[in-house]
Structures are given as structure tokens and as C-alpha cells.
């Protein structure tokens, strides 16, 4: 992968002076100098990507949404969520969405060796695929941690590594369909790479109503400013 070796330096070295999930602080540095990496898209385009599902109850609520917009976007799917919720991973992939792996188990690659590392990714990847029926070529390290071992064990199992440009931060407690969209406005939606959660099972109980709502909102915005979708990978 263009750009790995400086990625992994970078980030390692990012991610050892502070601690996850707060990118932010170094958004700008990134996007100028690790555009593919963050998902800086051209001018007039946008990505929508989910992460930590696929979830039984707001899955399909996200999935409803896309359908009726007309949007194909981009799911980093858990592979302990997808071997639980299987028929939910199929329907993703169904709708004609891109299915990538957001690794075994919501863990942060910072706190573990790298055997672990390799096989959380592994068998998170397998089960992915098993479950949703695409095969896989995207991964977003959970908490947007990207290890040197990471990022080796993601080039063995032929997976690029994508991270994002905005966020709504959705998974707090105290997010609201307000806080969400002005979020993801102030971070930039023209030109890049979207991070919603189609689950709480990470976040603050029940997180993905103001998400759900923040989404039907963000969508009209996308189309009032003629933004073309796309799926990320
Ligand atoms: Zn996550």
C-alpha cells in the first residue's frame, strides 16, 4: 500500500501520544499528507461508512433509510456481530452496500501483541465474509487505532485500511440529531469520508436514535447540495 511504511510510523507514533477514540487533533495533518488513508474523495462526493454493526434492531433502519435515498454506503462490520446477526449481514450486502471489517472483537490494537492483532483481523475478515456473502478488502481498526502490526497484518490478508474525515460522534451519551449533523458540517461532508455507528453495542445505550435521525437529515443536506454517494471502499 502507497504510503504505509509513513502511515505506520505516523500513526503509531500518533496513537502512543494520546489515546483513542480522538483523532481529531491531528485531522489536519492527515488529510493533507495521508489522503487515501482518511478517505479524502474529490470535490462534489461523499462516502457514508458505518461502523460496529451489523445490529439486529438499527441495521435495518439504516438500511431502510439508504434504500429510500437511493444511497449505497460502506458497513465495517464486527465478525462477532456478523456471526450473531448473519441474516442482518446478508441484507447489507443485499442492498447492495460494501461490507468491510472493523475486526473479531471491538478492541484497541494499542494494549495487544501482535498474534493477537493478526488474528483478531483474520478471523474477523473470514467471518465477515461468511456472514454477508461479499468478499472483503477494507478495514477500519477499531477506535481508529492503526498499529505498525496492524497495518502488516492487514496488507497479508489484502485489506486496505480507510479511515475517515468526519465524524458525528454519535456514539455519546449525550448526542442529538443537532449535535450530530453540526458535527459532521463543522468537519467538512463535500470531498470525504463519513463515520456513522449503525449499532450501539459499543456506544452509550440507544445512541443510534439521534444517529437515525441525524442520518435522515444529513441525507437531505447531501442532496440539497448535489453531493453524488458512493460506498467508500
Ligand atoms: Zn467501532
Keep these: 500500500m502507497r504510503g504505509a511504511t509513513q502511515a505506520a510510523t505516523?500513526?503509531?507514533?500518533?496513537?502512543?501520544?494520546?489515546?483513542?477514540?480522538?483523532l481529531s487533533w491531528f485531522f489536519p495533518a492527515t488529510k493533507r499528507f495521508l489522503p487515501t488513508l482518511m478517505g479524502v474523495r474529490p470535490a462534489g462526493e461523499v462516502a457514508i461508512t458505518f461502523d460496529d454493526g451489523p445490529d439486529p434492531v438499527s441495521t435495518p433502519l439504516v438500511l431502510d433509510l439508504l434504500a429510500r435515498n437511493e444511497v449505497k454506503a460502506t458497513f465495517f462490520m464486527l465478525g462477532d456481530m456478523a456471526k450473531r446477526h448473519p441474516d442482518v449481514a446478508r441484507a447489507v450486502a443485499e442492498g447492495g452496500h460494501q461490507v468491510g471489517v472493523h475486526g473479531l472483537y471491538h478492541r484497541n490494537a494499542l494494549f495487544r501483541s501482535y498474534p493477537t492483532i493478526g488474528y483478531d483481523l483474520e478471523r474477523g475478515k473470514s467471518l465477515v465474509e461468511e456472514s454477508s456473502g461479499q468478499a472483503v478488502h477494507l478495514m477500519r481498526p477499531p477506535y481508529g487505532v492503526l498499529s505498525t502490526?496492524?497495518?502488516?497484518?492487514?496488507?497479508r490478508l489484502d485489506l486496505r485500511p480507510l479511515l475517515w474525515t468526519s465524524w458525528g460522534r454519535d456514539w455519546r451519551a449525550a448526542a442529538t440529531r443537532q449535535s450530530i449533523v453540526s458535527d459532521l458540517v463543522r468537519h467538512g461532508i463535500d470531498g470525504g469520508t463519513i463515520?456513522?455507528?449503525?449499532?450501539?453495542c459499543?456506544?452509550?445505550?440507544g445512541s443510534t436514535h439521534a444517529m437515525l435521525e441525524a442520518l435522515e437529515e444529513l441525507l437531505a443536506l447531501i442532496q440539497a447540495r448535489g453531493l453524488r454517494t458512493m460506498p467508500a471502499g
Excluded: E, N, Q
Excluded at 149 to 155: E, Q, S, Y
Design 10 to 22: 505516523f500513526l503509531a507514533g500518533a496513537a502512543a501520544l494520546h489515546s483513542a477514540p480522538a
Design 202 to 205: 459499543t456506544s452509550a445505550p
Design 195 to 200: 463515520l456513522l455507528h449503525d449499532s450501539d
Design 149 to 155: 502490526a496492524m497495518l502488516v497484518h492487514a496488507r
